[in-house]
């Protein structure tokens, strides 16, 4: 550890890109948000808080290692570049890919890039980013000619409409969300619309919520279109001096009014007139979408369909007005800015133009750099199941759990007869079927820079030393080319160094003679390592024109397209690519959750971020539970054409009948059947390649199993008899939720002697056996201190958690306590907080409605001056309310 | 003219029956009291207490002589004022000094005998039961001057006799025929429990043995007891608790049908419609008795007949025994072993010296085993006795009313 420092860097998680200032004080690591920073003012969400928690180093990869045994990095360095040169020789430059992740910060992923096109000799390299924010890549690209997010966050506080289309900002963008939330309350005339299937957390500012039927996006812009016609809504001026297309735009949507929209949609036509009055009276009309559009079969034409609003407005590169993607990682950004997708080039350049091609091949000194486009994420896996890609290397992220068809991921990762992961974690489901595993620096150790949704390059800064042997991602892409006789080329010492050449590349021959590029950061490309190191977040582009960055584009009404003109494009909407059907009659729709991120390998370390939503879990409306007889809390079995999976019932009002909703995080690190990666349809769009992870057939049953059970332990534990097996750390213990078919004969002595098998001489253990009933209760006993807790049962009802897990804090028990072990439930007396609501402060569900009902409680503020609770993050405001209103109907 | 009543036998029985006419009917009998020992009535089961130091005879007595005076009670007590004879004819007893008394209604509660094994050396100095005051205050005695105890019988009795001495500082051996403790009360586990617990307080046990002899010295006192595996145990006190036999032999004599004890009916009347028998004397519908709680039943449904009530109706309900050794909490009804048509709820934490064992069949509580944690043993055998259907709050039935109910009304 450093000395007593402090650091100003920036969240890896979402793609807000939140400040994080970070304080080292005698031993003691603490973080909160950076006041200063522009895209959080000091703000950090449930996640970003806990970083700190997540920075322990039990968990780390720490050594790099070749068929499972510790090697040094000489030895694993040279058996990558070796492979991958004698791949190429052998199999052409084809046989190689790389998957890297919008977990990498820009200089990794410039090196990867430049790597893999300009010296490898192939496109092949995609990105997690693929998955989450390609279609609004595709999207900007067809409408503006380049990657442009015209907005800034600043757009919040300035517009009077915000929608929110196909994005649970609640959870996924929390201070974001935050920030919308306050303008909402400065600003009363502001009004917020939720354009989403499902009743989300989102909803709970919303003046109004579609919940549109899945998929149907282009129905409802199309229609709005139309109605702006119709409606005297358009701005034909601009139409006329700025854009193209709008008459073959127009003739798509001729034959839409509302009522086809809403039955398209499925929505009622007075929500849809008002959705639509409100967006042709109001100029200062902002769309934020995410997700939901992104990930579609048509996300490309659901993009566009939204822009189309805007040109025909004219409300783009206007304050408070535009088509605002929130991408989904802390660099997806940066990715895409180095062309880091098989389907760009490098720096906005892509494989359209020969000269762009030439052209990066002159800047990188390269002879062999790739001429067309490689294969993106789902085709990219395939050519390795097919045996074409013979050789991979994954960086940062965790395919085998994210993927659509996981398990066909999986199954190709197994057969590849070379695989490389880097990662900063000892264990992932990638990792478990790597060749070399390289252990990578991670967050608060990896210096360079990320770029968030709002065009802002921010600084993630170190602040320890690397851990063990691990290595920044671009010294070890940058020694795998030395190894492979590209050492002039990648001749790097620090990401200064790497950071100056992207700029300089962005700046490279970007002017009227060559053509403009949107992506400009040349201001940049002499700069110091000092300034460098002191480098303030800024929005791109950064040039001689605009030294200190820049707020919003397109303010000028210069396209980035042939014409100089915005394209209008006519959507013809399509339906999902496959439809439920008899035998999978319900649509599985997928999301992520408040307080995990990703494939849980940091967020899952942080014990508060597991209380929120401990389990996978299948979100389902009232009527299709009462249709597939599934009870609330129960386990369900969920399949798919392409795989199925096991997650606990939610029954809620929340989702739409015929839909489910199941999160994306859970993977066989901590639960044995809950990767929902394993059924989503491997669906792409036909121009972004991105999956339609928000849509496939699925059926759902009962899940029933011979017995359940729970099991808290001080200590990790080895399972032998579980079918179904989810582990969760907590605070000082690990909980096992657990249903199986098998147990031995004799369960006592199993757990006794087997499960618990570090039991000692001072271990005192406590029984409970309903023989007949085949209920075994178990709790062992050290020094009067709990150990652990075995309850099973042939029946799913089992009794609450909470109040045993309170106890593995103690150093002692007592008499009330320990007896009251094996009922699950408190001494009578003794408060029961319920589930967490409040991850911050650690406030449960049922100290909530305790005060609720106590002291009257009637908003949430009152609950937070009360219990604090909701006061630091806001993120679980709307389950307070939730519980408000709870309170009031009962 | 009243009626005469007369009571043999000036025990728990007999009196908690007076008592209950008393306070039914106060002026129905001339009511006449025979009782073999010199005292007022006290409480046997409190000899335990006694023995072991932490009550006074003075605090064990029940009623003294004033209250026999202050209800017009004619209380013949005393040795030779034991009955000897009963005149069914003339309906006149007798006692051993010839003082006689004429009834209209006779109790007869003269309770029970110790019984004593039929080995040699039965009948020497240092052997004694353990059943009367006289008992206890020869056992206080002896064990001034003696160092080595043996008692035989590991029933409650025993146990309590064993635990008395053992306060009282003799080096005391526990002889036990079968191999479980307390096996007419406990199981296997709960008896582990508490034989732990009394080896802990410095009591032995020898167990299973049979006792074969017992050995005198030159004083015709006991030395010591020879087993039937021909090893000896040194002794110089040997304590006779393996249990009790009905005490109907002038019952007998009067020629009222006896079996194991004096044959009664469902209104504690024996075969002579103006004899009743109430206590460890009698038989009812097959069983004998041996712990207080039936007895006081029996007292309050016999007392209803004397009063000419008439109604009530005498159930022997399965009952509750607790052992008389502070510190040790155990508690026992019903079918605590159970069989094949059962099912078995328990609940163990060893080290604390905690076990519970619910015997169920046909969702109904039948048994109940308690050792270490004993408060919810009440609720258990009102469960027992109301014969309730527990199905629905089973799952926390063995941790307590609070947990089970409080389930089933949420």
Same mark, same amino acid.
């Given at each position: 550890?450093?000395?007593?420092?402090?650091?100003?860097?920036?969240?890896?998680?979402?793609?807000?890109?939140?400040?994080?200032?970070?304080?080292?004080?005698?031993?003691?690591?603490?973080?909160?948000?950076?006041?200063?920073?522009?895209?959080?003012?000091?703000?950090?969400?449930?996640?970003?808080?806990?970083?700190?928690?997540?920075?322990?180093?039990?968990?780390?990869?720490?050594?790099?290692?070749?068929?499972?045994?510790?090697?040094?990095?000489?030895?694993?360095?040279?058996?990558?570049?070796?492979?991958?040169?004698?791949?190429?020789?052998?199999?052409?430059?084809?046989?190689?890919?790389?998957?890297?992740?919008?977990?990498?910060?820009?200089?990794?992923?410039?090196?990867?890039?430049?790597?893999?096109?300009?010296?490898?000799?192939?496109?092949?390299?995609?990105?997690?980013?693929?998955?989450?924010?390609?279609?609004?890549?595709?999207?900007?690209?067809?409408?503006?000619?380049?990657?442009?997010?015209?907005?800034?966050?600043?757009?919040?506080?300035?517009?009077?409409?915000?929608?929110?289309?196909?994005?649970?900002?609640?959870?996924?963008?929390?201070?974001?969300?935050?920030?919308?939330?306050?303008?909402?309350?400065?600003?009363?005339?502001?009004?917020?619309?939720?354009?989403?299937?499902?009743?989300?957390?989102?909803?709970?500012?919303?003046?109004?919520?579609?919940?549109?039927?899945?998929?149907?996006?282009?129905?409802?812009?199309?229609?709005?279109?139309?109605?702006?016609?119709?409606?005297?809504?358009?701005?034909?001026?601009?139409?006329?001096?700025?854009?193209?297309?709008?008459?073959?735009?127009?003739?798509?949507?001729?034959?839409?009014?509302?009522?086809?929209?809403?039955?398209?949609?499925?929505?009622?036509?007075?929500?849809?007139?008002?959705?639509?009055?409100?967006?042709?009276?109001?100029?200062?009309?902002?769309?934020?979408?995410?997700?939901?559009?992104?990930?579609?079969?048509?996300?490309?034409?659901?993009?566009?369909?939204?822009?189309?609003?805007?040109?025909?407005?004219?409300?783009?590169?206007?304050?408070?007005?535009?088509?605002?993607?929130?991408?989904?990682?802390?660099?997806?950004?940066?990715?895409?800015?180095?062309?880091?997708?098989?389907?760009?080039?490098?720096?906005?350049?892509?494989?359209?133009?020969?000269?762009?091609?030439?052209?990066?091949?002159?800047?990188?000194?390269?002879?062999?750099?790739?001429?067309?486009?490689?294969?993106?994420?789902?085709?990219?896996?395939?050519?390795?199941?097919?045996?074409?890609?013979?050789?991979?290397?994954?960086?940062?992220?965790?395919?085998?759990?994210?993927?659509?068809?996981?398990?066909?991921?999986?199954?190709?990762?197994?057969?590849?007869?070379?695989?490389?992961?880097?990662?900063?974690?000892?264990?992932?489901?990638?990792?478990?079927?790597?060749?070399?595993?390289?252990?990578?620096?991670?967050?608060?150790?990896?210096?360079?820079?990320?770029?968030?949704?709002?065009?802002?390059?921010?600084?993630?800064?170190?602040?320890?030393?690397?851990?063990?042997?691990?290595?920044?991602?671009?010294?070890?892409?940058?020694?795998?080319?030395?190894?492979?006789?590209?050492?002039?080329?990648?001749?790097?010492?620090?990401?200064?160094?790497?950071?100056?050449?992207?700029?300089?590349?962005?700046?490279?021959?970007?002017?009227?003679?060559?053509?403009?590029?949107?992506?400009?950061?040349?201001?940049?490309?002499?700069?110091?390592?000092?300034?460098?190191?002191?480098?303030?977040?800024?929005?791109?582009?950064?040039?001689?024109?605009?030294?200190?960055?820049?707020?919003?584009?397109?303010?000028?009404?210069?396209?980035?397209?042939?014409?100089?003109?915005?394209?209008?494009?006519?959507?013809?909407?399509?339906?999902?690519?496959?439809?439920?059907?008899?035998?999978?009659?319900?649509?599985?729709?997928?999301?992520?959750?408040?307080?995990?991120?990703?494939?849980?390998?940091?967020?899952?370390?942080?014990?508060?971020?597991?209380?929120?939503?401990?389990?996978?879990?299948?979100?389902?409306?009232?009527?299709?539970?009462?249709?597939?007889?599934?009870?609330?809390?129960?386990?369900?079995?969920?399949?798919?054409?392409?795989?199925?999976?096991?997650?606990?019932?939610?029954? %809620?009002?929340?989702?739409?009948?015929?839909?489910?909703?199941?999160?994306?995080?859970?993977?066989?690190?901590?639960?044995?059947?809950?990767?929902?990666?394993?059924?989503?349809?491997?669906?792409?769009?036909?121009?972004?390649?991105?999956?339609?992870?928000?849509?496939?057939?699925?059926?759902?049953?009962?899940?029933?199993?011979?017995?359940?059970?729970?099991?808290?332990?001080?200590?990790?534990?080895?399972?032998?008899?579980?079918?179904?097996?989810?582990?969760?750390?907590?605070?000082?213990?690990?909980?096992?939720?657990?249903?199986?078919?098998?147990?031995?004969?004799?369960?006592?002595?199993?757990?006794?002697?087997?499960?618990?098998?570090?039991? %000692?001489?001072?271990?005192?253990?406590?029984?409970?056996?309903?023989?007949?009933?085949?209920?075994?209760?178990?709790?062992?006993?050290?020094?009067?201190?709990?150990?652990?807790?075995?309850?099973?049962?042939?029946?799913?009802?089992?009794?609450?958690?909470?109040?045993?897990?309170?106890?593995?804090?103690?150093?002692?028990?007592?008499?009330?306590?320990?007896?009251?072990?094996?009922?699950?439930?408190?001494?009578?007396?003794?408060?029961?907080?319920?589930?967490?609501?409040?991850?911050?402060?650690?406030?449960?569900?049922?100290?909530?409605?305790?005060?609720?009902?106590?002291?009257?409680? %009637?908003?949430?503020?009152?609950?937070?001056?009360?219990?604090?609770?909701?006061?630091?993050?806001?993120?679980?405001?709307?389950?307070?309310?939730?519980?408000?209103?709870?309170?009031?109907?009962? | 003219?009243?009626?005469?009543?007369?009571?043999?036998?000036?025990?728990?029985?007999?009196?908690?029956?007076?008592?209950?006419?008393?306070?039914?009917?106060?002026?129905?009998?001339?009511?006449?009291?025979?009782?073999?020992?010199?005292?007022?009535?006290?409480?046997?089961?409190?000899?335990?207490?006694?023995?072991?130091?932490?009550?006074?005879?003075?605090?064990?007595?029940?009623?003294?002589?004033?209250?026999?005076?202050?209800?017009?009670?004619?209380?013949?007590?005393?040795?030779?004022?034991?009955?000897?004879?009963?005149?069914?004819?003339?309906?006149?007893?007798?006692?051993?000094?010839?003082?006689?008394?004429?009834?209209?209604?006779?109790?007869?509660?003269?309770?029970?005998?110790?019984?004593?094994?039929?080995?040699?050396?039965?009948?020497?100095?240092?052997?004694?039961?353990?059943?009367?005051?006289?008992?206890?205050?020869?056992?206080?005695?002896?064990?001034?001057?003696?160092?080595?105890?043996?008692?035989?019988?590991? =029933?409650?009795?025993?146990?309590?006799?064993?635990?008395?001495?053992?306060?009282?500082?003799?080096?005391?051996?526990?002889?036990?025929?079968?191999?479980?403790?307390?096996?007419?009360?406990?199981?296997?586990?709960?008896?582990?429990?508490?034989?732990?617990?009394?080896?802990?307080?410095?009591?032995?046990?020898?167990?299973?043995?049979?006792?074969?002899?017992?050995?005198?010295?030159?004083?015709?006192?006991?030395?010591?007891?020879?087993?039937?595996?021909?090893?000896?145990?040194?002794?110089?006190?040997?304590?006779?608790?393996?249990?009790?036999?009905?005490?109907?032999?002038?019952?007998?004599?009067?020629?009222?049908?006896?079996?194991?004890?004096?044959?009664?009916?469902?209104?504690?009347?024996?075969?002579?419609?103006?004899?009743?028998?109430?206590?460890?004397?009698?038989?009812?519908? =097959?069983?004998?008795?041996?712990?207080?709680?039936?007895?006081?039943?029996?007292?309050?449904?016999?007392?209803?007949?004397?009063?000419?009530?008439?109604?009530?109706?005498?159930?022997?309900?399965?009952?509750?025994?607790?052992?008389?050794?502070?510190?040790?909490?155990?508690?026992?009804?019903?079918?605590?072993?159970?069989?094949?048509?059962?099912?078995?709820?328990?609940?163990?934490?060893?080290?604390?010296?905690?076990?519970?064992?619910?015997?169920?069949?046909?969702?109904?509580?039948?048994?109940?085993?308690?050792?270490?944690?004993?408060?919810?043993?009440?609720?258990?055998?009102?469960?027992?006795?109301?014969?309730?259907?527990?199905?629905?709050?089973?799952?926390?039935?063995?941790?307590?009313?609070?947990?089970?109910?409080?389930?089933?009304?949420?």
């Amino acid at each position: 550890m450093m000395s007593n420092a402090t650091i100003q860097t920036t969240c890896p998680y979402c793609g807000v890109g939140c400040g994080v200032t970070a304080v080292i004080d005698n031993e003691c690591f603490t973080v909160s948000g950076d006041t200063q920073h522009p895209s959080n003012f000091g703000k950090l969400c449930s996640k970003g808080s806990a970083l700190a928690e997540t920075v322990d180093l039990k968990s780390r990869l720490l050594q790099p290692e070749i068929y499972n045994q510790p090697a040094n990095w000489s030895e694993a360095l040279g058996l990558v570049a070796d492979t991958f040169a004698r791949t190429i020789k052998e199999h052409g430059a084809d046989a190689v890919a790389f998957y890297v992740s919008g977990q990498l910060l820009t200089e990794d992923y410039y090196v990867a890039n430049k790597l893999m096109k300009g010296f490898m000799g192939s496109s092949n390299i995609d990105t997690n980013s693929r998955l989450c924010m390609s279609s609004a890549v595709a999207g900007y690209k067809r409408a503006f000619g380049a990657d442009i997010v015209p907005n800034c966050y600043e757009d919040y506080e300035q517009a009077n409409l915000i929608l929110l289309i196909g994005s649970n900002t609640a959870w996924c963008h929390p201070i974001s969300y935050q920030r919308i939330r306050a303008a909402k309350e400065a600003n009363p005339d502001l009004k917020i619309v939720v354009i989403d299937p499902r009743k989300t957390a989102s909803c709970d500012i919303a003046d109004l919520h579609l919940p549109i039927k899945l998929g149907s996006d282009t129905h409802l812009f199309n229609g709005l279109l139309q109605y702006l016609k119709q409606h005297q809504g358009l701005d034909n001026d601009y139409i006329n001096h700025y854009t193209e297309g709008f008459d073959e735009a127009l003739q798509a949507v001729a034959s839409t009014d509302i009522n086809t929209v809403a039955a398209a949609c499925e929505l009622d036509t007075t929500d849809i007139e008002q959705f639509y009055q409100w967006f042709t009276e109001t100029d200062k009309t902002l769309s934020l979408f995410s997700q939901g559009v992104n990930q579609s079969s048509s996300g490309t034409d659901k993009v566009n369909s939204i822009i189309n609003c805007h040109l025909a407005t004219g409300r783009i590169g206007k304050v408070g007005a535009g088509a605002f993607s929130l991408t989904g990682q802390p660099n997806a950004m940066g990715g895409r800015e180095v062309g880091g997708l098989a389907t760009q080039l490098a720096a906005h350049m892509d494989y359209s133009q020969p000269e762009s091609i030439e052209r990066v091949a002159r800047f990188w000194g390269s002879d062999n750099i790739a001429t067309e486009t490689g294969y993106s994420a789902v085709d990219l896996f395939n050519a390795i199941d097919e045996g074409k890609i013979k050789a991979v290397w994954i960086m940062a992220t965790n395919p085998v759990v994210s993927m659509p068809d996981a398990d066909k991921v999986k199954r190709a990762l197994k057969k590849c007869e070379f695989v490389v992961v880097s990662d900063c974690v000892a264990q992932t489901d990638t990792l478990a079927l790597a060749h070399v595993k390289l252990p990578a620096l991670g967050w608060s150790e990896k210096d360079g820079t990320v770029t968030n949704s709002e065009r802002r390059i921010s600084r993630q800064r170190a602040i320890f030393k690397p851990a063990g042997d691990a290595k920044a991602d671009w010294w070890i892409i940058t020694q795998v080319a030395r190894r492979m006789g590209y050492e002039e080329a990648f001749h790097y010492h620090s990401s200064a160094e790497i950071f100056r050449e992207h700029a300089a590349l962005s700046g490279f021959e970007n002017n009227q003679q060559y053509g403009l590029r949107a992506f400009d950061i040349s201001a940049y490309a002499n700069i110091s390592d000092a300034d460098y190191e002191a480098l303030l977040p800024t929005q791109w582009p950064v040039n001689k024109a605009n030294p200190n960055g820049t707020q919003r584009l397109l303010t000028d009404n210069q396209f980035f397209t042939a014409s100089g003109k915005a394209q209008f494009i006519a959507i013809n909407p399509r339906l999902p690519a496959n439809l439920p059907n008899d035998e999978y009659p319900l649509v599985l729709n997928t999301g992520r959750i408040r307080d995990q991120w990703h494939t849980m390998t940091r967020t899952a370390l942080a014990v508060k971020l597991n209380q929120h939503k401990s389990e996978p879990f299948v979100e389902i409306s009232v009527a299709d539970a009462q249709r597939y007889q599934l009870k609330d809390k129960q386990l369900a079995q969920i399949s798919s054409a392409w795989g199925s999976m096991v997650a606990r019932v939610v029954i %809620t009002d929340a989702i739409q009948a015929g839909n489910i909703f199941i999160p994306m995080h859970w993977t066989e690190q901590y639960a044995s059947r809950g990767r929902v990666g394993a059924l989503v349809n491997p669906a792409v769009d036909p121009i972004s390649m991105q999956p339609e992870s928000k849509h496939t057939p699925v059926k759902i049953i009962a899940y029933e199993a011979k017995w359940y059970g729970f099991v808290l332990s001080a200590r990790e534990l080895k399972f032998q008899y579980p079918d179904y097996l989810v582990k969760i750390k907590g605070e000082q213990f690990y909980r096992y939720e657990l249903a199986g078919n098998s147990l031995p004969d004799n369960i006592s002595e199993w757990i006794k002697n087997s499960l618990l098998s570090h039991k %000692t001489a001072a271990s005192e253990w406590q029984e409970y056996n309903d023989f007949s009933q085949e209920l075994y209760r178990a709790a062992h006993i050290t020094d009067n201190r709990l150990d652990a807790v075995v309850f099973i049962s042939p029946k799913q009802s089992l009794p609450e958690r909470h109040w045993l897990t309170s106890l593995f804090i103690k150093s002692q028990l007592d008499k009330s306590e320990r007896l009251a072990l094996l009922t699950g439930e408190a001494p009578l007396g003794v408060e029961d907080v319920g589930q967490i609501v409040c991850s911050c402060f650690n406030v449960g569900e049922k100290t909530i409605l305790n005060a609720i009902k106590t002291h009257g409680l %009637t908003t949430h503020q009152a609950v937070g001056n009360c219990l604090k609770a909701g006061t630091n993050c806001g993120s679980c405001v709307p389950e307070i309310k939730a519980l408000l209103e709870l309170n009031q109907s009962t | 003219m009243k009626p005469r009543l007369v009571v043999i036998g000036n025990g728990m029985a007999g009196m908690r029956t007076i008592e209950e006419l008393l306070s039914a009917a106060p002026d129905k009998y001339d009511i006449t009291v025979f009782g073999a020992e010199p005292y007022g009535n006290y409480n046997r089961i409190m000899l335990s207490s006694v023995l072991c130091g932490e009550k006074n005879i003075e605090d064990i007595i029940i009623n003294n002589r004033q209250w026999y005076l202050d209800n017009n009670i004619t209380l013949y007590a005393g040795e030779d004022k034991a009955v000897v004879n009963i005149d069914r004819g003339k309906n006149i007893v007798y006692a051993k000094d010839g003082t006689e008394a004429k009834y209209d209604r006779l109790l007869i509660a003269t309770g029970s005998n110790p019984v004593v094994p039929d080995i040699a050396g039965n009948d020497l100095a240092g052997v004694i039961s353990f059943r009367q005051i006289i008992d206890v205050n020869k056992m206080l005695e002896l064990s001034r001057s003696h160092r080595k105890a043996v008692v035989l019988g590991g =029933g409650l009795l025993g146990l309590e006799a064993a635990n008395g001495l053992a306060v009282r500082g003799m080096d005391v051996t526990v002889v036990h025929s079968n191999e479980i403790l307390l096996n007419r009360q406990m199981d296997r586990q709960a008896a582990t429990l508490l034989r732990n617990e009394l080896e802990q307080r410095g009591i032995k046990f020898k167990m299973p043995a049979r006792t074969k002899a017992l050995l005198a010295n030159e004083d015709k006192h006991v030395k010591g007891v020879e087993f039937e595996d021909g090893s000896i145990l040194e002794c110089d006190l040997f304590i006779l608790a393996i249990g009790v036999r009905p005490n109907m032999k002038l019952a007998q004599q009067a020629g009222l049908y006896c079996e194991r004890g004096i044959i009664v009916n469902d209104t504690l009347q024996s075969y002579d419609p103006s004899v009743y028998a109430v206590g460890e004397c009698i038989q009812h519908r =097959g069983d004998t008795f041996g712990l207080v709680a039936p007895l006081f039943e029996q007292a309050k449904v016999c007392a209803n007949h004397l009063t000419g009530h008439g109604v009530a109706e005498y159930i022997t309900l399965p009952t509750a025994t607790k052992l008389k050794v502070t510190g040790i909490n155990l508690f026992s009804v019903g079918h605590y072993l159970g069989d094949d048509e059962c099912e078995f709820i328990q609940f163990s934490d060893l080290s604390l010296g905690i076990y519970k064992k619910l015997v169920i069949k046909d969702n109904c509580i039948v048994g109940a085993v308690l050792y270490g944690e004993t408060t919810e043993g009440g609720w258990y055998q009102q469960l027992l006795d109301s014969k309730q259907d527990i199905s629905a709050r089973r799952d926390k039935l063995i941790f307590g009313e609070a947990y089970a109910t409080q389930d089933i009304t949420a």
